[in-house]
């Protein structure tokens, strides 16, 4: 947010009807997106954790069904054409391409907005070289960067969490460096500094924690970013081992099948990030909403 | 000189600084992190001798800073190396392949645009209703979505069930050879060879992927737009307006759109730089011959001249989309300038 947009004094509301509907309405939209955004993800969470105790079948074994089954009974999601159970692998793949997101974005924001923090509170030679060095990144097209490192550093868990994390710093650093601009000179932190904190404890006791609602925010959106890439890497065969029920490894291997009319088991791996990526959406749209209350929608 | 003109000169001056940080960024990350690529060009049986003659003539037997001193020198008259696949110059590579994918882009971003903002307005204007949810609906999942996905599930519909398009084999039927190469952009190249045939085989092969791509654009447009649009709708000015008696459509396009355009510019700068760099998944799935699937091959293969020439063209297309967007700013809107 500039700080134009904090200064700005809020637009009055036009009629009386106005004044009541409104603020209602966008509270209504705003709970509702966080609810639903907040139970899909529990939603996943719960289904990656029960894969781990319990799938339909074994994901990994091929051979359960005879290799393309439609969806039936026996099989509510068909299976793919080694005749592993489609089911089962998405149950599994929810582990990886959730757990790879969060504790990507995890990564990204502790460290990028430490960065930020100091980048914007302290300024002077740190911030200008962070400055410059961020936008040299982010010149760089973030899905390309990631199939470079991996396709170099090798493909796996580890590695695929630690470019994705990489990828993300810089949106971070800009944020928080931001946020702390505007605020760095507001009467409360004015007031921690006269009550006689030091610097670092203000910047980051007393402004970060200011700050932390559009961080979070950000942070979903860019989860879904991280999911979506994670598929993306799996997909081109760069991201996990080829035989991992990741859902962008598992569109690929459904590809063939797809030509010749078995749409399953590419399209059911594509509602699963679609559910996924979709629910972050609305969780940092109603977290926007919530850490910015004069966010008109 | 002017005010303007000067701002335009500094922002212009800065691109300088920032290519320079994305060649270096580029060249050492290209060495480091892709090993060595003789492995790949020497025979297994290959003598060390061999192999030395291998690395001697990939240009990779000086130390690393001569390499790289070497590599500025080079790009200084756009020679970006040869690159180890195709054998032919990383330029005349480039060149070759910029061609599909800027014809798929525009398309592309054409689609999305002419989507993307009536689309959003059409969602500002009835907001908090019906036609608003729907395109929400449409938005989320149109970013939520992987573009790859997208893409195929569009296969299967309209190819392999319907039959109402052809399959993903690229910019042609395959056996079909292209017209004489003008402009590089087979919509147009069919026409100026006077085969109108071509011309619909052309446009029946690009509607697959240029829809993909459009969905992909035309969502985030939509939201930034019905976000502009609806802060746009509660300014003074707009009150103002209403309370002059109006009537809607001056209001929601004379003024408010026109208001509310600035940030949408923004992304669209900023989806183009990402589309003409060539979109890797979507080239990859409909076998386009862009450079998406070149820089695939190329990173497959450790292809470093090829990479770095790549990745070299796609940010200062990313800058240069940016820069474009700024300037386009000054020019537009008089507040930036004061």
């Known amino acids: ?297 | 000189m002017s005010r303007l003109g000067y701002m335009m000169l500094r922002r212009l001056l800065w691109v300088l600084p920032v290519a320079f940080g994305v060649v270096t960024l580029t060249f050492f990350m290209a060495r480091v992190f892709n090993g060595d690529p003789t492995e790949l060009y020497a025979p297994p049986e290959a003598t060390d001798a061999l192999r030395a003659q291998i690395r001697a003539r990939l240009g990779l037997a000086d130390p690393l800073p001569v390499q790289y001193v070497h590599y500025l020198g080079n790009l200084v008259h756009f020679d970006f190396g040869v690159s180890f696949n195709t054998g032919q110059s990383v330029a005349a590579d480039l060149s070759d392949r910029l061609p599909a994918t800027l014809e798929l882009g525009f398309v592309g971003l054409a689609l999305g645009i002419a989507i993307g903002i009536p689309a959003g307005v059409l969602a500002a204007v009835n907001r908090e209703r019906w036609p608003d949810f729907a395109l929400r609906g449409f938005t989320l999942s149109g970013m939520a979505l992987p573009q790859f996905w997208i893409g195929l599930v569009l296969i299967w519909i309209f190819f392999v069930s319907l039959h109402w398009l052809p399959g993903p084999v690229g910019r042609l039927p395959i056996g079909v050879a292209l017209p004489p190469k003008v402009t590089g952009f087979l919509l147009i190249d069919s026409l100026l060879a006077g085969r109108p045939d071509l011309w619909g085989l052309a446009l029946r092969q690009l509607a697959l992927p240029a829809i993909t791509l459009g969905i992909s654009t035309a969502a985030p447009i939509a939201r930034v737009t019905r976000a502009a649009m609806v802060e746009a709708m509660q300014s003074d000015y707009i009150r103002t307006a209403v309370a002059m008696g109006h009537g809607p459509r001056a209001i929601w396009f004379r003024y408010s759109l026109r208001n509310a355009l600035l940030p949408v510019v923004t992304l669209i700068g900023g989806i183009a730089g990402h589309i003409f760099a060539g979109a890797v998944l979507l080239e990859s799935i409909f076998a386009w011959p862009g450079l998406g699937q070149y820089a695939l091959q190329a990173i497959e293969r450790s292809d470093f001249a090829a990479l770095q020439g790549f990745v070299i063209y796609a940010s200062l297309l990313y800058v240069l989309a940016f820069l474009a967007v700024d300037l386009v700013y000054m020019l537009v809107d008089p507040r930036i300038r004061a």
Do not use: C
């Open chain 1, 1 to 297: 947010m500039s700080s134009d947009e904090v200064m700005a004094p809020p637009s009055l509301p036009t009629s009386q009807a106005q004044v009541h509907a409104r603020p209602r309405r966008r509270r209504w939209r705003t709970t509702w997106s966080l609810r639903i955004g907040l139970a899909a993800l529990v939603f996943y969470v719960a289904v990656a954790l029960l894969s781990l105790v319990w799938t339909p079948y074994d994901p990994l074994v091929p051979g359960i069904g005879d290799g393309y089954d439609a969806p039936s009974l026996a099989f509510p999601l068909g299976t793919d054409r080694l005749g592993s159970d489609m089911l089962s692998r998405l149950m599994m793949g929810a582990r990886y391409d959730l757990g790879i997101a969060l504790t990507a974005v995890a990564i990204a924001l502790t460290i990028g907005s430490a960065l930020g923090v100091v980048a914007g509170y302290f300024g002077g030679a740190f911030d200008t070289i962070a400055m410059r060095a961020v936008e040299i990144f982010q010149a760089f097209p973030g899905l390309l960067f990631a199939m470079l490192v991996v396709q170099a550093v090798g493909a796996g868990i580890v590695n695929v969490i630690l470019v994705l994390s990489f990828v993300g710093i810089p949106d971070y650093l800009r944020l928080a460096r931001a946020e702390i601009q505007a605020k760095r000179n507001w009467q409360y932190a004015e007031a921690a500094r006269l009550a006689g904190n030091p610097r670092w404890r203000v910047a980051f006791r007393h402004l970060l924690p200011n700050s932390v609602g559009p961080l979070l925010a950000f942070t979903s959106i860019n989860a879904a970013f991280a999911a979506l890439v994670t598929a993306s890497l799996g997909f081109l065969g760069l991201g996990l081992s080829p035989n991992t029920p990741e859902w962008g490894n598992m569109i690929a291997r459904g590809q063939d099948g797809v030509m010749t009319g078995q749409w399953w088991v590419s399209f059911f791996p594509g509602l699963a990030i679609l559910g996924l990526t979709g629910s972050l959406y609305l969780l940092g749209d109603a977290l926007a909403d919530l850490a910015d209350p004069r966010r008109r929608r």
